[in-house]
């Protein structure tokens, strides 16, 4: 059975910083793309980070860029997301996913890429 279960989300000011792990099981990690997605109420699901199955390469939001870091420990089956200087447009339910890597040029960045999710986690950034 696949699970995919993220923490570490939680209300924190602007300016802080968080990190998100998410623990996958029932997959071969270390051949997955790992991605990191957000929503917030009424909005569609949206693209925030991706990274190789070896950490390699890694793609980010405009939104993020320069704030948040993808990163991955393929011998805990974990991926993580840093996130850093967190503004209120920041808060969102996190979600990882995950999907085979086939060697893209390009790392997959839309929902419709990925097959497996976690349950999500909730960040509050207050202003």
């Known amino acids: 059975q696949v699970q995919l279960v993220e923490s570490g989300g939680g209300l924190v000011q602007a300016g802080d910083s968080l990190r998100l792990p998410c623990v996958v099981s029932g997959r071969t990690f270390n051949r997955d793309v790992m991605g990191w997605f957000r929503q917030t109420p009424g909005k569609e699901r949206e693209f925030v980070a991706s990274?190789?199955?070896?950490?390699?390469?890694?793609s980010y939001a405009d939104s993020v860029r320069g704030r948040f870091t993808a990163s991955r420990d393929n011998a805990k089956n974990t991926a993580y997301l840093q996130m850093n200087n967190l503004k209120p447009e920041d808060t969102a339910v996190y979600y990882c996913?995950?999907?085979?890597?086939?060697?893209?040029?390009?790392?997959?960045?839309?929902?419709?890429?990925?097959?497996?999710w976690g349950q999500g986690t909730q960040v509050t950034v207050s202003s």
């Open positions: 996913a995950a999907r085979r890597d086939s060697g893209w040029a390009e790392l997959p960045s839309s929902t419709a890429d990925f097959g497996s």
């Open positions: 990274i190789s199955w070896s950490g390699g390469r890694s």
